[in-house]
């Protein structure tokens, strides 16, 4: 048996409402992982387009869309903005990034909800709680960290990252809403880039990217990035570049 070929339980495969584009249907069947998921085996799920949610795989199979496309950097060639400077130099003076286990408890479930309904993300219109949480941002399938960026003592982001051979998967990022002018999510991402160069991996995953939908469009302003386009990563190169 073959790093790839893990044994599967498909758990859901229905269509729904989808969560990115208003009126689109949608379909993410579930994938239950048999056993656990090697460091080699997280980079060729990655690889193939996989994304994580809990202990579960997903690859969107939508019947009449193709708008969510997975996104990635290649950490040796991504080059900072100007704006994306000013915003690690400014939470490199006032944050600490903590680096550990997955945690559940009652700062980060109020923290996380919050954040939903203030960023417009909360579709549902009902927090969650904490078993809810531990099964979307705890319970895993592989190897996964939670960067947590403290303010003066205070919890003020999370970041739920797997780790694999080569790779970072960014699964989800939140932060207090008091702290927006720090721009916190921005700053995760360029403290994962940070940390894939401090130990020499190749790609930082940073989800789906989905055209038309502003809360997934932010990731386009990575560059250079690439996309998994017709089961074939593409190069989309800062203007400048010529590549």
């Excluded at 909800?113 to 592989?142: I, M, P, T």
């Excluded at 919890?155 to 990022?173: H, M, T």
């Excluded at 939908?213 to 400048?240: G, N, T």
Aim: hydrophobic share 35%.
């Amino acid at each position: 048996m073959t790093e790839r070929q893990i044994a599967e339980l498909l758990v859901y495969d229905a269509e729904e409402a989808c969560p990115y584009l208003d009126g689109n249907v949608a379909r993410l069947p579930l994938r239950w992982p048999m056993r656990g998921v090697s460091r080699a085996q997280t980079d060729q799920f990655l690889a193939a387009g996989d994304r994580r949610s809990g202990p579960y795989l997903y690859h969107t199979q939508c019947p009449q869309c193709q708008a969510c496309e997975p996104i990635r950097l290649n950490v040796a060639e991504f080059q900072m903005s100007r704006g994306q400077r000013r915003v690690l130099r400014r939470g490199d003076q006032v944050l600490e990034t903590r680096i550990g286990s997955p945690e559940c408890d009652e700062r980060r479930i109020a923290m996380y909800n919050r954040h939903k309904q203030e960023r417009g993300l909360d579709l549902r219109g009902v927090e969650v709680d904490a078993a809810e949480y531990q099964a979307f941002l705890v319970e895993s399938c592989c190897e996964t960290l939670e960067f947590s960026y403290w303010l003066n003592g205070e919890l003020v982001g999370v970041a739920i990252i797997d780790r694999g051979e080569n790779s970072l998967n960014a699964v989800y990022c939140f932060f207090d809403v008091e702290q927006s002018h720090l721009s916190i999510g921005t700053y995760s991402i360029l403290k994962q880039v940070e940390w894939c160069r401090e130990w020499q991996l190749r790609h930082l995953y940073l989800g789906l990217y989905v055209s038309g939908c502003r809360p997934m469009e932010y990731k386009a302003d990575y560059l250079p990035h690439e996309r998994l386009i017709d089961a074939r990563w593409q190069r989309f190169p800062r203007v400048s570049d010529g590549k």
